[in-house]
């Protein structure tokens, strides 16, 4: 046989460096946590005061993006109270916090620690914003909770909530800690599919629609927002801000969703009432009481509404007053603003048509008696009896 056709000799150094190199596993390149938020709408007011005194909760202060002697602060601090952990049936096991705001809404928080890959996050992006147990879970712990905290609650709903949910992708370390323009770059195809929920590489077109709703404070931290999900890169403290924002804008599209609904039931009784015959002659008496209580209603929804947008107030801080605006436009929160501003406006037009018709009814009335009165002294008058 030709010496050169014969099996090479492996020496043992050569036959453990495969093996060696199999079981190496490159280490995550990411490292953060995934945040699912929750949230119900629940009544029209709770005391935080008498909230504390019931359940011993602290309160929320919102942090700084930077070291300037500027701040971002709650009209009405929420109170917030730390969960037990949750273990779902896949074994993860979930951090949590529910947080109380003034103007009716409950905010779940669920927290999980997360490292792995680009891969990994872009699977469990796709798993978690399709996954609908969040939503039993979280409502089963909202109603054990406001079951003690009754008492602080004001004209609780009946029946089942308004719900919103949103998810934070927060990634603290990055491999090789790129800048936000670099990480863009490299991976921003990535970061379209987490933000989007989905597995597949996503259009040019629809990549540059997601990445262009980000915005950053300095080179190394950026924040994506979607109307569904965020990825944010930042440090904990400096992530900290855009996630009391998005938990805020979020409970605001909650409040003006109820709102919207709420008006949207008025309306159409006003409209029934007109219907039944609410603009007859006689039955225009009867529209003082319907445009009484129309006119509560509008002033007990620009009372509300008013309390709900102005929650937060920004003082100097104009970063997070600019997060807040992309957070809020990203949501949905201008859109059903201007639903609700413009079904008040309904009302207030409704308002004034009732009353205007029942002015006029009045008027028609006093001058029926004005003329029968007149009529009753001429007969009396021609019969020689003058009263």
Same mark, same amino acid.
């Given at each position: 046989m030709d010496r050169d056709l014969t099996t090479p000799t492996?020496? %043992?150094? /050569?036959v453990e460096a495969p093996r060696a190199e199999t079981r190496t596993s490159a280490p995550p390149a990411l490292h953060g946590s995934v945040l699912v938020l929750i949230q119900f709408d629940v009544c029209e007011e709770i005391r935080l005061d008498e909230l504390r005194r019931i359940i011993g909760a602290r309160t929320q202060q919102l942090p700084l993006k930077n070291t300037a002697p500027s701040y971002v602060q709650y009209q009405r601090t929420p109170v917030v109270v730390t969960l037990d952990p949750i273990v779902l049936d896949s074994g993860e096991r979930l951090e949590g916090q529910i947080k109380y705001f003034d103007y009716g809404v409950v905010s779940l928080v669920f927290e999980l620690p997360f490292s792995g890959n680009w891969d990994d996050l872009i699977q469990l992006s796709c798993r978690w914003t399709s996954d609908t147990s969040f939503e039993a879970i979280a409502t089963r712990i909202a109603r054990q909770r406001l079951e003690r905290a009754a008492p602080a609650l004001v004209k609780p709903y009946k029946g089942d909530w308004l719900q919103e949910d949103y998810f934070i992708f927060h990634l603290r370390e990055i491999e090789g800690s790129p800048s936000a323009n670099d990480l863009l770059a490299a991976h921003g195809d990535k970061i379209a599919q987490i933000v989007r929920g989905e597995t597949a590489q996503l259009s040019e077109g629809e990549r540059q629609e997601i990445l262009q709703s980000r915005i950053s *404070? *300095? %080179?190394? /931290?950026?924040? $994506? &927002?979607? !109307?569904?999900?965020? #990825? &944010? *890169? /930042?440090s904990p403290a400096g992530a900290e801000t855009a996630i009391q924002l998005l938990q805020y804008a979020n409970s605001q599209l909650l409040e003006f969703r109820h709102y919207d609904e709420f008006l949207t039931r008025e309306l159409q009784d006003v409209y029934d009432f007109l219907d039944r015959g609410g603009t007859g002659l !006689?039955?225009? !008496?009867?529209? +003082?009481? +319907?445009?009484? @209580?129309?006119?509560? $209603?509008?002033l007990d929804v620009n009372e509300l509404t008013e309390r709900a947008d102005n929650a937060i @107030? #920004?003082?100097s801080d104009m970063f997070s007053a600019r997060l807040y605006k992309l957070c809020a436009q990203k949501v949905g929160v201008p859109d059903y603003k201007d639903l609700v501003q413009e079904k008040l406006q309904t009302a207030e037009d409704l308002y004034r048509y009732m009353v205007e018709q029942f002015n006029q009814s009045r008027a028609f009335v006093l001058e029926l008696l004005v003329v029968v009165i007149l009529i009753i002294e001429l007969i009396y008058f021609f019969k020689g009896h003058p009263l």
């Amino acid at each position: 046989m030709d010496r050169d056709l014969t099996t090479p000799t492996l020496s %043992p150094a /050569d036959v453990e460096a495969p093996r060696a190199e199999t079981r190496t596993s490159a280490p995550p390149a990411l490292h953060g946590s995934v945040l699912v938020l929750i949230q119900f709408d629940v009544c029209e007011e709770i005391r935080l005061d008498e909230l504390r005194r019931i359940i011993g909760a602290r309160t929320q202060q919102l942090p700084l993006k930077n070291t300037a002697p500027s701040y971002v602060q709650y009209q009405r601090t929420p109170v917030v109270v730390t969960l037990d952990p949750i273990v779902l049936d896949s074994g993860e096991r979930l951090e949590g916090q529910i947080k109380y705001f003034d103007y009716g809404v409950v905010s779940l928080v669920f927290e999980l620690p997360f490292s792995g890959n680009w891969d990994d996050l872009i699977q469990l992006s796709c798993r978690w914003t399709s996954d609908t147990s969040f939503e039993a879970i979280a409502t089963r712990i909202a109603r054990q909770r406001l079951e003690r905290a009754a008492p602080a609650l004001v004209k609780p709903y009946k029946g089942d909530w308004l719900q919103e949910d949103y998810f934070i992708f927060h990634l603290r370390e990055i491999e090789g800690s790129p800048s936000a323009n670099d990480l863009l770059a490299a991976h921003g195809d990535k970061i379209a599919q987490i933000v989007r929920g989905e597995t597949a590489q996503l259009s040019e077109g629809e990549r540059q629609e997601i990445l262009q709703s980000r915005i950053s *404070y *300095y %080179p190394n /931290d950026l924040a $994506v &927002i979607g !109307w569904n999900a965020a #990825f &944010i *890169y /930042d440090s904990p403290a400096g992530a900290e801000t855009a996630i009391q924002l998005l938990q805020y804008a979020n409970s605001q599209l909650l409040e003006f969703r109820h709102y919207d609904e709420f008006l949207t039931r008025e309306l159409q009784d006003v409209y029934d009432f007109l219907d039944r015959g609410g603009t007859g002659l !006689w039955s225009r !008496w009867r529209t +003082a009481r +319907a445009a009484s @209580k129309l006119h509560t $209603v509008l002033l007990d929804v620009n009372e509300l509404t008013e309390r709900a947008d102005n929650a937060i @107030k #920004f003082l100097s801080d104009m970063f997070s007053a600019r997060l807040y605006k992309l957070c809020a436009q990203k949501v949905g929160v201008p859109d059903y603003k201007d639903l609700v501003q413009e079904k008040l406006q309904t009302a207030e037009d409704l308002y004034r048509y009732m009353v205007e018709q029942f002015n006029q009814s009045r008027a028609f009335v006093l001058e029926l008696l004005v003329v029968v009165i007149l009529i009753i002294e001429l007969i009396y008058f021609f019969k020689g009896h003058p009263l």
